[in-house]
């Protein structure tokens, strides 16, 4: 189960990666419309090349993440699974707190936090089946 949600995750975060580095504006229109992707994208050529600096770093980030997530799907102490899930609870629970906290005070996000918090929550709910899944094991 360990494995299969590792390696659910890690494909999630290599995609995204991925598209966010090579096909940033075609993800940013999809995920927030082209009304909202134009204004995230800068008004001044540098402010649009430092945001896409950024993004690409981002997606980066994310590739690399989920190549290491990818690498520990292989791992089979029980005891370190369960660590690594809830970092992972942590992490997405505190990515949903972010979200509340900050994206939903941009005028330009404001619509798109609460589907993103479902999401984060989602991401949460597998690990902590993992943590279950866990605990009934032992």
């Excluded at 075609?26 to 896409?52: R, Y």
Aim: proline content about 1%; charged content about 15%.
């Amino acid at each position: 189960m360990f494995f299969v949600i590792c390696i659910l995750h890690s494909a999630i975060a290599i995609t995204s990666g991925s598209l966010k580095m090579f096909y940033l504006d075609e993800i940013c229109v999809f995920g927030h419309g082209v009304e909202t992707a134009q204004k995230l994208s800068g008004s001044t050529p540098h402010d649009q090349l430092l945001i896409q600096t950024s993004n690409s770093f981002v997606g980066l980030l994310l590739f690399v993440v989920g190549f290491l997530v990818f690498i520990v799907a292989f791992i089979n102490d029980k005891q370190f699974q369960s660590f690594f899930a809830k970092g992972c609870v942590l992490l997405h629970l505190s990515m949903a707190l972010w979200r509340v906290n900050f994206e939903r005070r941009l005028e330009d996000l404001a619509w798109d936090w609460p589907r993103q918090v479902v999401g984060d929550f989602l991401l949460a709910l597998s690990w902590i089946f993992i943590l279950l899944h866990l605990e009934r094991e032992v």
